[in-house]
């Protein structure tokens, strides 16, 4: 499916084709487009990860989960007693990676949660994402105000860091070299609680003729606790951009990321 959505041209592959010659124009067109191939691909797992990851039980996604690096991060992280907030881009499966996160024995978390318009797909996202414990909180000013309680409590709360905020929802700050609408929900919540932040996903991976998902935890950009908002912004963006870089085909290019740009800049999409 990816590479008919690939081939054909689609709406998708359009906007894949346009972040990618927005984010690594360094390389050639052909590279481009080997890897915006790759990332369509990619995505199109994802979609079909779903059922499993939302429909088995817990311990069988677990299961397939064939290497963990980094989980050091968390745990110490949790052993301050101040939270974590954990930053989980839209690279590889976040379905999983939310899963693993109340499953590894770190504790609870909270993760903000967007209910799509279907109640009956609403309810199924619902009840697969806190089956193991995790507490999904609406993207509100109540949820905002519950993660916020969550961290001060020691907790883990769960973010999507690179999603498009409302306007009023962040300022602007470089991703990959352009000026783009960042959230700046992160940056306040570390600064009103002392926390710490992490960057944690699930990527594909394969240990011999098995697959499934390596589970892998970073350190952030430093700059990311910075006092001055605009600083910190930098630090966020600059922190997603390290793993991307990683796991390049992985990453969910077919997201209009720059929708949201500063006043007088025409909207790439």
Request: hydrophobic content about 40%.
């Amino acid at each position: 499916m990816g590479s008919v959505s690939y081939s054909l041209s689609s709406r998708m592959a359009q906007t894949t084709h346009t972040n990618l010659a927005i984010c690594f124009r360094e390389l050639s067109e052909s590279k481009r487009q080997l890897l915006a191939r790759a990332s369509i691909i990619n995505t199109f797992q994802t979609l079909a990860e779903c059922g499993s990851a939302w429909l088995w039980p817990a311990e069988k996604v677990m299961a397939h989960i064939l290497e963990v690096e980094g989980l050091e991060l968390l745990q110490r992280s949790q052993a301050a007693g101040k939270g974590t907030v954990v930053l989980a881009p839209h690279l590889g499966n976040w379905e999983v990676f939310g899963l693993f996160l109340n499953i590894c024995g770190c504790g609870q978390s909270s993760q903000l949660y967007q209910a799509p318009g279907d109640k009956r797909l609403d309810k199924l996202i619902y009840d697969a994402r806190s089956r193991a414990g995790a507490k999904m909180l609406a993207t509100d000013t109540r949820g905002v105000a519950m993660l916020l309680k969550a961290l001060k409590s020691g907790e883990i709360a769960g973010i999507l860091p690179d999603q498009v905020p409302p306007e009023t929802g962040g300022d602007f700050a470089p991703f990959f070299g352009k000026q783009v609408l960042t959230m700046s929900l992160v940056s306040r919540l570390l600064e009103k609680t002392g926390a710490r932040a992490v960057v944690g996903f699930a990527v594909r991976a394969r240990d011999g003729k098995r697959s499934g998902w390596k589970i892998v935890f970073r350190e952030p950009d430093n700059r990311i606790y910075a006092k001055h908002i605009q600083t910190s912004l930098i630090g966020l963006n600059a922190s997603i951009e390290a793993v991307v870089e990683e796991f390049p085909e992985q990453y969910q290019w077919e997201y209009k990321r720059y929708k949201r740009l500063p006043p007088g800049e025409k909207r790439p999409y």
